[in-house]
């Protein structure tokens, strides 16, 4: 599959354009004299009409370029704003709704690459402006129509990790009809859920959860269950990936349309001595968790009915090298108490906290926790609560800002640390798939409200903890949101892709390989009959990144919308620009 | 000096006339509406009621003793927390037992 080139316009015939300049409101009017500029560009081969504008992007301002293009029969228009990362989807937009093709549109970066780079020489801003207007004037003039790339896409996901996150993903991709090949590094499906008892809200058991949602894996024939296994390499173009999978000491592959990043998190684990932690009497929350869910009746540990109990908050979160807060512990540690509270109503529970996060509805956790008898105490973020371990139990003291900052001493039989999330090191598998990690060790999304389950690599979406801390709710939600944006791209069969990408014109390659080996992305190969050898490019693997047109010695690769044809009249518009 | 905080006078508290004082969030806002000014009640003086810091609840006893029990502060508890019943029962063991 290839793009296609419309014959229209391609620098033969001259065709009919707009300019338009932006004054940006004083952002680059303040310093290029945009109707100087206009009068000067007004006059190029081509223009039909030319105006300035307080700000080309407005409402009014976009309707009045598409009148502009009905009125005068317009192949397409320049304009002369902001940086292309801006608002060359909005142009594209105008032009699509003037009924002209969007490659038709030509952006000119006059603020950050003109304005606001010479904010201290407006008449040499203002030159520069008619060079770069005049540029663009001629890469316009030697424009083509183009048209999305169509690649047919494989109706199958994978999904990495088979938690939460991960199983629900598998099972809503199934019931939209698609394949599913699951892949989970553990003997069984369940995750940090499987392993839980109740788990708030609701009180449900995370083992029961997980249990149904087996079920449901298993009565869904079009879900794969790969157990033992992690996904080692990715290979092909969007759509159609291969993922190589290792069972053991035995790989396979899958050809699958996109893929699912669920690999969850690691409970922070603090280090020896951190409030105590190695001590006899000191534990993790998900410690205290297997405890309270491996045991009937009294609290019972190291032999000793327990008493009373502190737990420290926030110990691994909002702290040095894990800046974040880990939102599921308050809630977590709240609900832990009333499990107690049910358990032995008269035990002791202290609660040493920073600031409670006890969000949306688990808030009422926080007030049946109070109400059922648990004493919370809040210390400041620069004096956290001093631990001594002795053999009679745990001796904690801290200055209580609710008691005007007195110091108290809780003694406590069990104490708990409320610890957080962290991601978990999967540096092979961020290597296989080139996923984007943030500062913080998480897996990142484009656009943390709009684009929330996707990466800036192509048909990988992430889903879950991976991505940040979440709930077994807010993950399950991720897993879902997935599914759907998976699904938005494979149930349509084929994916559009951008037609800014490198064409080689067979009658004149040589077949000497030059471009293969530039290519970053591997979408380049030798192939053809008759003995005559031709690099052929693959239309879905190209990125547009123009590192092959260059290389050829002879000038037989062009990267559609910036074709050798297209620069060199840039060049002389450059030039040409500086004399008007 | 650090106090080592129990459940012992809360619950002795609690018996004698139902002391809430774990219902109180610490907002302030007792303090604010209290006619008399009085900067101790409830907030502070019940945290010690609830960590039986003794001393500390004996040490307010002209506080106690001064509340009009107007209930203007229980007007503006958004936890509901009874603050003039507990400043009734607050009385009682101070005459009893806090000399």
Known sequence: MSATRSPEGSGTNEPRLAVYVCQCGGNIGDYIDTQHVIDVVRDLPGVQVARDAMFTCSDSNQQEMIDDIARESLDGFVVACCSPKLHTFTFRGVAERAGVNPYRVTQVNLREQCSWTHTDDPAG???????????????????????????????????????????????????????????????????????????????????????????????????????????VGKSGTYGNYRVTIAIGDATTERTVGQIVVATGFDAYEPVAGEF?????????????????????????????????????????????????????????????????????PDLQQYHLYRDLRTYGRNEVLFGESRRRGSYYLRFADDDPPQVSVDGEGVSITVHDLLTAGAELTVAADLLVLVTGMVPRPEDDLIAALKLPVGRDGFLNEIHPKLRPVETVVDGVLIAGACQAPKTVAESVASGMAAAAQAAAVLKRGVASLDPQVAIVHDAACDGCGECVAACPFGAIALAGSDGHAVATISASGCK????????????????????????????????????? | MSTLIGPAL????????????????????????????????????????????????????????????????????????????NVRTLRGWLLEEGR
Do not use: N
Not at chain 1, 298 to 319: E, K, L, N, Q, W
Not at chain 1, 558 to 576: K, P, S
Not at chain 2, 47 to 67: H, N, Q, W
């Open chain 1, 276 to 344: 105590g932690y190695g001590s006899p009497g000191v534990v993790t929350l998900p410690e205290f968790r297997r405890l309270l869910d491996e045991t009937d009746g009294p609290i019972v540990h190291d032999g000793r009915t327990v008493r009373s109990i502190a737990y420290i908050y926030c110990v691994g979160s909002r702290t040095d090298g894990h800046a974040y807060c880990s939102r599921y512990c308050c809630s977590a540690a709240a609900q832990a108490s009333l499990l107690v509270a049910d358990r032995d």
């Open chain 1, 544 to 580: 547009g990144c123009g590192a092959c047109t260059p290389v050829c010695p002879i000038g037989a690769i062009d990267l559609q919308g910036y074709t050798d044809e297209q620069v060199r009249a840039m060049i002389v518009g450059l030039l040409d620009g500086g004399v008007r």
């Open chain 1, 125 to 231: 801003a203002t030159r520069k402006a008619i060079r770069l207007v005049t540029a663009g004037v001629a890469r316009a003039c030697h424009g083509t129509a183009l048209e999305p790339v169509q690649v047919s896409t494989t109706p199958c996901v994978a999904v990495i990790g088979g938690g939460v996150a991960g199983m629900r993903a598998a099972i809503g991709l199934a019931d939209v009809g698609l394949d599913v090949c699951l892949v989970e590094l553990e003997a069984e499906l369940g995750g940090w859920t499987g392993r839980f008892g109740e788990l708030f809200p609701r009180g449900v058991s995370g083992r029961a959860l997980v249990r149904r949602m087996r079920q449901e894996i298993a009565s869904r024939p079009g879900i794969e269950v790969l157990t033992g296994a992690r996904v």
């Open chain 2, 10 to 85: 809360a619950a002795d508290l609690r018996r004698r006339g139902g002391f809430d004082a774990q219902a109180c969030m610490g907002c302030g806002y007792c303090t604010a509406a209290c006619p008399l000014g009085i900067d101790m009640l409830p907030r502070r003086l019940f945290r010690y009621v609830l960590f039986g810091m003794d001393a500390e609840v004996r040490a307010e006893l002209e506080t106690v003793f001064s509340c009009l029990l107007c209930r203007a502060c229980e007007q503006s508890c958004p936890a509901g927390v009874h603050i003039t019943d």
